[in-house]
C-alpha cells in the first residue's frame, strides 16, 4: 500500500491552463515537500510545508498542507511549457526516525505550446 | 550551485563487474544520508540509509551484499553496486539532509544529480 497517494500521476495540458496536483495520506506527517524533477537530474526542492493549513506561493505555484496535516496539494496557474517535469511530494513521518522521506508516486506534467 | 555532489553522473559497465557510486555534501556534514533509486518516469525508491560511522540501514528487500554503503566521513557516502547485472540498470540517487534546525521536520534534504547506471 502507497502511505503518501499522489495524483494525478501523468498529466498533458496547454500552455495557459491550470492544474493541481494532489497528496493525500490517512497519517499524519511533520513536514512536507514538494520536488520537481527533469530527466537525468535530480529531484530540486521547490517548498516546505510544515504548519497544518499553511500557503506557500512561490511565482505561478501554490502550495498548501491540510489542516490536519495529512494532504497537501500543488496548483499552477498558466501553466509554461518549463513546468514540464515530474513533480514529486514527499512527507516526514510523525515519529520518523532518522529523517526519512516517503514519497509520493510522482506526476509527469507535459504542457503543450 | 549544488549542495549534494554525486559522481559519476553516468556509467556504462559490463555484467559482472562492481561499480561505485558517490556522494558527497558541500559546505555540511550529514551524519545520515539516504541512497534511492528510480525508474523511468517513477518516483524515488528508498533503498537505505547510509549511516556516518555504523552500518547501513536497508529497506525491505534490498540486498545488503549487493549494495554495499560505506558512510566513512561526515561528507561522504559511497554505494557500491556488487557483481552488477543488467537488471541492475536504474537511476541511483543520494540525498543528505543539513541538520540545521532544532527538529527535523524543518530539515532540508538535498538531492545529488544522480547516477545513470548501465549495466551490458
Known amino acids: 500500500t502507497q502511505l503518501l497517494e499522489q495524483s494525478p500521476q501523468f498529466l498533458s495540458i496547454q500552455e495557459g491552463e491550470n492544474l493541481t496536483v494532489y497528496c493525500n495520506s490517512s497519517?499524519?506527517?511533520?513536514?512536507l515537500q514538494w520536488y520537481r524533477q527533469e530527466p537525468g537530474e535530480g529531484p530540486v526542492l521547490l517548498v516546505t510545508v510544515v504548519t497544518g493549513g499553511e500557503v506557500k506561493k512561490l511565482k505561478r505555484l501554490t502550495f498548501q498542507f491540510g489542516d490536519a496535516r495529512k494532504d497537501s496539494s500543488l496548483h499552477i496557474t498558466a501553466a509554461q511549457p518549463g513546468d514540464t517535469g515530474l513533480y514529486l511530494c514527499?512527507?516526514?513521518?510523525?515519529?520518523?526516525?532518522?529523517?526519512?522521506?516517503?514519497f509520493g508516486q510522482g506526476t509527469e506534467l507535459s504542457v503543450k505550446p | 550551485g549544488a549542495v549534494v555532489s554525486q559522481h559519476p553522473s553516468r556509467v556504462i559497465c559490463k555484467s559482472g563487474t562492481s561499480v561505485k557510486i558517490e556522494c558527497r555534501s558541500l559546505?555540511?556534514?550529514?551524519?545520515?544520508m539516504f541512497w534511492y533509486r528510480q525508474f523511468p518516469k517513477q518516483s524515488l525508491m528508498l533503498m537505505a540509509t547510509s549511516n556516518e560511522g555504523s552500518k547501513a540501514t536497508y529497506e525491505q528487500g534490498v540486498e545488503k551484499d549487493k549494495f554495499l554503503i560505506n558512510h566513512a566521513s561526515l561528507t561522504l557516502s559511497t554505494l557500491t553496486v556488487t557483481s552488477a547485472h543488467p537488471e541492475d540498470s536504474s537511476f541511483y540517487i543520494c540525498?543528505?539532509?543539513?541538520?540545521?534546525?532544532?527538529?527535523?521536520?524543518?530539515?532540508?534534504?538535498?538531492f545529488g544529480a544522480g547516477t545513470r547506471l548501465s549495466v551490458l
Open positions: 497519517s499524519v506527517f511533520s513536514s
Open positions: 559546505d555540511f556534514q550529514a551524519t545520515t
Open positions: 540525498s543528505a539532509p543539513t541538520s540545521g534546525g532544532r527538529a527535523w521536520a524543518k530539515n532540508i534534504q538535498y
Open positions: 514527499a512527507g516526514r513521518r510523525e515519529r520518523n526516525q532518522g529523517g526519512k522521506l516517503i
